[in-house]
């Protein structure tokens, strides 16, 4: 089993920027890629920005040019810098991992840490 931690999240003002993190561990071997979802009351769990293990980058537009992803494949830890943030971002955000062993994929998610974006 893949365990994820996750950290970061809090109240802030809208403009304001969080980073939250999420460090995985546990039975790994290869994490192929590594992401962020939110969901936000009433509404779907949704994309918000994914790395592969070859750094390759996908954000869903709502957050291009405010947000970023990164991750530490030395610690299997992945981050959201999460710049000029909005009302409309706030939602519990989830962290997500997808990876393989030699048996089989797996995909985990972290326990999600509240976002919220007021004044």
């Known amino acids: 089993q893949v365990q994820l931690v996750e950290s970061g999240g809090g109240l802030v003002q809208p403009g304001g920027s969080l980073r939250l993190s999420c460090a995985a561990s546990?039975?790994?071997?290869?994490?192929?890629?590594m992401g962020w979802y939110r969901q936000a009351p009433g509404k779907q769990r949704e994309l918000v920005a994914s790395?592969?293990?070859?750094?390759?980058?996908n954000y869903a537009d709502f957050v291009k040019g405010r947000f970023t992803i990164s991750r530490d494949n030395a610690k299997n830890t992945v981050y959201l810098q999460m710049n000029s943030l909005k009302p409309e971002d706030t939602a519990v955000y989830y962290c997500n991992v997808r990876g393989t062993t030699p048996a089989l994929e797996y995909e985990s998610w972290g326990q999600g840490t509240q976002v919220t974006v007021s004044s």
């Open positions: 546990g039975s790994i071997f290869t994490i192929n890629a």
């Open positions: 790395v592969t293990v070859g750094s390759r980058t």
